[in-house]
């Protein structure tokens, strides 16, 4: 399987659950014009399709949504802050009392054959005052998940791999993949 997605540190949280997953070397990447995360997903999945045409193709899309921030970053989370962009939200949600959030991952699989299966997984929770924690990336050291007092950073990459919005996603895809399978 192929992963369309310049994120490395993606590619290792997906490797959880897909271990034989491998990089897409590729120039050119398409800008992500979807409105949803499924179609961002899929428009990733598609330039894939375009340059490893006999393997399966995996696209991924992430984000996190804010409550107080009308859902925001929402698609443009990568893009959303210049530089730190943890503190960026931080920074914005300041004086703010809810600080309720979700991460979102969408997956689209292309298959050889050229059907696509999905897999969506979300983690609820809320966002810290400030930054804490070493491990992972993006928004981990700000994002406090529901049940636990410490950020995804704190939590940790072993954490990640069982619970995070992305493993969640991978394991509905799996499923989705085994269910193809057996039919």
Request: include cysteine; charged fraction near 30%.
């Amino acid at each position: 399987m192929i992963l369309a997605s310049q994120n490395r540190h993606k590619l290792e949280e997906l490797r959880a659950i897909f271990p034989e997953l491998e990089p897409l070397e590729a120039d050119g990447w398409p800008e992500e014009t979807g409105t949803t995360y499924e179609e961002n997903a899929r428009l990733k999945a598609r330039f894939g399709r375009e340059r490893a045409p006999a393997e399966w193709v995996l696209g991924e899309d992430s984000g996190i949504e804010c409550d107080a921030l009308g859902g925001e970053p929402g698609l443009h989370s990568a893009r959303w802050a210049d530089g730190d962009q943890a503190l960026a939200l931080v920074e914005r949600l300041a004086g703010e009392t809810n600080r309720r959030a979700r991460m979102l991952t969408v997956l689209v699989a292309l298959t050889p054959d050229g059907e696509e299966l999905t897999g969506t997984g979300v983690l609820e929770g809320s966002i810290a005052a400030g930054k804490r924690g070493e491990e992972g990336f993006g928004y981990d050291p700000v994002f406090v998940p529901d049940g636990v007092t410490q950020t995804v950073a704190e939590l940790g990459e072993a954490w990640k791999e069982q619970h995070s919005h992305r493993a969640r996603a991978a394991t509905a895809l799996a499923a989705a993949i085994a269910r193809r399978g057996r039919s």
